[in-house]
């Protein structure tokens, strides 16, 4: 079984403005979820998210920075639960930023998963969040 979730997009946009959006609370809060996210290692934060009727998880995914190296890589540990704390799951997120000609590749490593079922929630929810992500930041000028 597959226990990642391995995406690759570009953007027009620098590796420094492309950073901000993942690490500027204001600004995660546009495409991902409310966070008290600081780009420090160490820094214990959480999103949070109010679940739909008939989702599993319970809204709340407690983090820690792993690595934070400006406009070149963020890692977080992504800890949650579902919503009868019946089953948990920790992961971890990676983005990698690289600077190409006229703007950014940006990578997202998400591993750790245990259940099939997770895998495909969490690649089915960074894809619609990733097209958020996109669709704010192209709202930058290049």
Not at 16 to 25: A, F
Not at 34 to 41: E, F, G, Q
Not at 85 to 110: A, D, Y
Request: hydrophobic share 30%; aromatic share 12%.
């Amino acid at each position: 079984m597959q226990k990642e979730i391995k995406q690759t997009w570009f953007f027009r946009q620098s590796p420094q403005e492309v950073w901000e959006y993942l690490t500027k609370p204001e600004l995660i809060e546009q495409w991902l979820m409310k966070s008290d996210l600081k780009p420090i290692v160490g820094h214990k934060f959480n999103f949070t998210f109010t679940p739909k009727s008939d989702s599993k998880y319970d809204g709340i995914v407690h983090c820690e920075i792993l690595e934070a190296e400006p406009f070149t890589r963020l890692s977080y540990s992504w800890n949650g639960s579902t919503q009868n704390k019946s089953r948990q799951f920790n992961s971890i997120v990676v983005w990698t930023l690289s600077p190409k000609e006229n703007g950014t590749e940006l990578t997202l490593q998400h591993n750790g998963f245990e259940e099939l079922e997770d895998i495909l929630n969490h690649t089915n929810g960074w894809n619609a969040c990733l097209k958020r992500f996109e669709d704010q930041i192209n709202t930058i000028k290049p």
